[in-house]
Every structure is written in structure tokens, then in C-alpha cells.
């Protein structure tokens, strides 16, 4: 069974396994080729407590917001 295949996609980032001091090695991941072409964002990220914030002033959630925020909203012991 062999994991290495070869593919058709328009985009690659070079994967190699470097040598450390204590001859270990280690997974090096050069995404220099990708991030030169990969399209640039130039606006600030929301906080978690900001975002927190505004899911609660929602009356409507869908089965995916309610899985993604699974783990991220704090609940009481009692209402466990």
C-alpha cells in the first residue's frame, strides 16, 4: 500500500522530513509558494467574547452554528 500518490492539482506546497540535533526528524511544511498567491484579507478577526456576544441577541440557530458552539459555550453544573 503506498501513501505517496501523484495528483493533478494546480497548487502544492513542498513537504519534507528535516533532521534535528538529537536525530529525530521532523515534518517541515513549506507553504511559501501558496501564501504568494493565496488571496490576502486585510480586515481584524472578532474576538471569541465578541462573537459569544452576538449569538446570544439570536432567536434562530441552525443545526450547524449549534455544532460548531457546542464546546464554546459555558454551562451551569445544575443545568447539566
Known amino acids: ?3 505517496i500518490q501523484l495528483t493533478s492539482s494546480l497548487y502544492s506546497a ?3 522530513f ?3 540535533k538529537d536525530s529525530l526528524l521532523c515534518l517541515y511544511v513549506n507553504f511559501h509558494s501558496l501564501n504568494c498567491i493565496s488571496k490576502k484579507y486585510y ?6 467574547s465578541d462573537l459569544l456576544d452576538l449569538s446570544c ?5 441552525t443545526k450547524i452554528d449549534l455544532c460548531y458552539a457546542y464546546y464554546l459555550v459555558c454551562i451551569t ?3 447539566k
Open 43 to 48: 480586515y481584524l478577526l472578532l474576538l471569541i
Open 18 to 20: 528535516v533532521k534535528k
Open 77 to 79: 453544573n445544575s443545568d
Open 14 to 16: 513542498l513537504v519534507l
Open 57 to 61: 441577541k439570536a432567536q434562530v440557530y
Open 1 to 3: 500500500m503506498s501513501f
